[in-house]
Nanobody
Framework: VQLQASGGGLVQPGGSLRLSCAAS????????IGWFRQAPGKEREGVSC????????LYADSVKGRFTISRDNTKNTMYLQMNSLKPEDTAVYYC??????????????????WGQGTQVTVSS
């Protein structure tokens, strides 16, 4: 079982990035999936999640209207489109999956599988 995150990098304020997370060893279509981030000196926080059952989504207040979570079950891959990036979005971003979980939650303890993290740096 593996989640492989990619797509991070250095971007100027106001720019965009799309993070991807490919799953192997299990299928995302029966999982609640989420993105989390951790900035230096801060705790890991939930960014967004989406359920498999009805596509319900949650977003952290700090990213609402700027970030969009999605999934492509045919590719067994999840995405996080990040627009209008701000310096405070700088963090290591992690993808995660909660197989057979049907509730939208950004509580990390509910997630069984985690990607390795990808660095996002927003700076001019």
């Amino acid at each position: 079982v593996q989640l492989q995150a990619s797509g991070g990098g250095l971007v100027q304020p106001g720019g965009s990035l799309r993070l991807s997370c490919a799953a192997s060893g299990f299928t995302l279509d029966s999982s609640t999936i989420g993105w989390f981030r951790q900035a230096p000196g801060k705790e890991r926080e939930g960014v967004s999640c989406i359920t498999s059952s009805d596509g319900s989504t949650l977003y952290a207040d700090s990213v609402k209207g700027r970030f969009t979570i999605s999934r492509d079950n045919t590719k067994n891959t999840m995405y996080l489109q990040m627009n209008s990036l701000k310096p405070e979005d700088t963090a290591v971003y992690y993808c995660a999956a909660a197989p057979l979980f049907t509730i939208a939650t950004m509580t990390p303890e509910w997630y069984d599988y985690w990607g390795q993290g990808t660095q996002v740096t927003v700076s001019s």
